[in-house]
């Protein structure tokens, strides 16, 4: 072999071995660039995510309004959970994996603290605000106009031991009615009322309730008036339904009186910061920096009851909350006594100028110089508002 050709055979073969070795290590690097792709996408996915347990498709509804207004990819993502509500709610934020809040009806959560259902259920967790009420709706079936009538007889509370349940059954003794309590999910309660198998169906929903609504005309079901009677007067809101709201159940031109039941999104409360809580911080400070979003026209009028400054009665509000909340007081504060200043200042100004156009006023300039009755400085000042008016006009 001449030399000439041995080089050649030698670079041959030092080029396959060199393409062999990278092609080596390109078949290593794709399973790990393959794994790093996963890894961002799974962290991605999880980025933000904040779980917050409801009950109903209304109530999914409302919470699905709120991820659409605040989700950013790969930094906030809300999911609605859909439970039982009530206590089960509850009981699923403190000890459910994964879910950081919930909306809790604020009865519900009266109830717990007086009964010490979890211990010290205040110190396991936070309310971050009220939302929006959710009306009383009591549907009954034909031939029955009056709550008082359905006394003796089937009504349907919904599940034994829901919120819903116990709130029936308080509503009912505070307006001093006994009847049958039964127990069927929402749907199934109005369909027994609609063949007569039951008198009655007691349902919790903001109104105007989708599945209200989707009964049909000439049903003989109607919107019972539930007083606000008792207890009730202080424990609940009144509201009414009206026949805009349910046109197949409430006669034209008229409304029913009921009550409502106000929502409160609450939170878990951790002993120590971490990944969790930061997730619940953050959408804490998105929810609320966008309140004025989720209140726009196309979007679902009950957002126009929710009150981020109000409080409830002997709960504490969670941290980021309450410093979002002591900022915004501050600042209105503050505005408040901008408006008031400059409003002063302008007065003064005006007053100023009024004292300077009478200078030439010899019998007014007298009245001045001299010591003033309480009546001569009443008649002065309704002149000073006489003028005001004339200039502003012009």
Known sequence: MTCAKFRRTALTRSFVALVAVCFAFLSLGLPAQG?????????????????????????ARMIDEIAFTVNEPGKMRVLPMIGD????????????RGIDMGVVHHDTL?????EKTYGQIEKQLRFITKLFDEEIHLISGSGITDIT????????????????????????NAVGVEVVPVNFDPTQGLEKVATGEIAAAFYVAAKPSPILQQIAAGSGLRVLSIPAVGELETAYRKSTLSQSDYPNLISDSKSVDTIAVESVLVG???SSPNERS????????????????????YRSAKWQEIDVLADVPGWRRLQIAQDWVSTRFAEKRR??????????????QQFTTFLATIEKNDSLQQVLQE?????????LFRDFLQWRNTVNQQ
């Open 35 to 59: 794994q790093q792709i996963l890894e961002k996408a799974r962290r991605d996915s999880n980025a933000g995510t904040v779980r917050i347990m409801t009950s109903g498709v209304e109530g």
């Open 85 to 96: 509500g009530g206590v089960q709610n509850v009981n699923d934020i403190l000890f459910l």
């Open 110 to 114: 009266a109830l717990l603290r007086k």
């Open 149 to 172: 009538q359905l006394s003796g007889r089937k009504v349907n509370f919904g599940k034994a031991g829901s919120g819903t349940f116990a709130r029936a059954a308080r509503i009912f």
């Open 268 to 270: 878990y409360l951790w």
């Open 278 to 297: 930061g997730k619940i911080a953050n959408f804490v400070t998105a929810f609320f920096e966008r309140i004025g979003e989720i209140q726009k026209p």
């Open 335 to 348: 505005q408040d006594e901008l408006l008031v200043a400059s409003s002063t200042d302008a007065l003064e």
């Open 371 to 379: 010591p003033q009755s309480d009546e001569k400085m009443e008649d």
